[in-house]
């Protein structure tokens, strides 16, 4: 299985080889800026599942408990595709919305809940964390 996220211009793309390590669904306050909507939801692979295509550009944030994520974005349209933590060695995270499909395995996972719009209903996920 191979499948391709891309900026909303095209110019930026990660091709991702075999299944994600881990989809997951965040509602954190910086997922939903970086979004633009009310929750991020990202797949993780491992390095040497996926090829980079493109220029990007990217900048680093620091979380609540202190971890450094990279950010990169297209240096053309402004989408993020990709990130990296620096927690986590060899483990790409890429955002689900990028890959434009919705057979795209789902989350199994979501992160602060306590932070998630109340209107939001999910459904058939199973580890739900503050
Ligand atoms: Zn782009
Ligand atoms: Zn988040």
Request: hydrophobic letters at 35%; aromatic letters at 8%; a negative charge.
């Amino acid at each position: 299985m191979r499948r391709t996220a891309s900026c909303c211009c095209g110019a930026l793309k990660a091709h991702c080889e075999g299944e994600p390590v881990r989809v997951s669904l965040c509602h954190c306050l910086e997922c939903q800026k970086r979004t633009g909507s009310a929750f991020g939801v990202q797949a993780r692979f491992n390095e040497d599942q996926v090829m980079i295509e493109g220029p990007s550009g990217s900048w680093s944030r620091t979380g609540d408990e202190g971890t450094v994520a990279q950010f990169s974005f297209c240096l053309t349209c402004g989408s993020t595709v990709l990130w990296r933590n620096a927690e986590m060695p060899g483990v790409v995270a890429v955002t689900v919305g990028a890959f434009a499909d919705p057979t795209f395995p789902g989350p199994t996972r979501t992160v602060y809940e306590d932070r998630a719009h109340p209107w939001l209903e999910l459904h058939g996920i199973a580890e739900q964390y503050d």
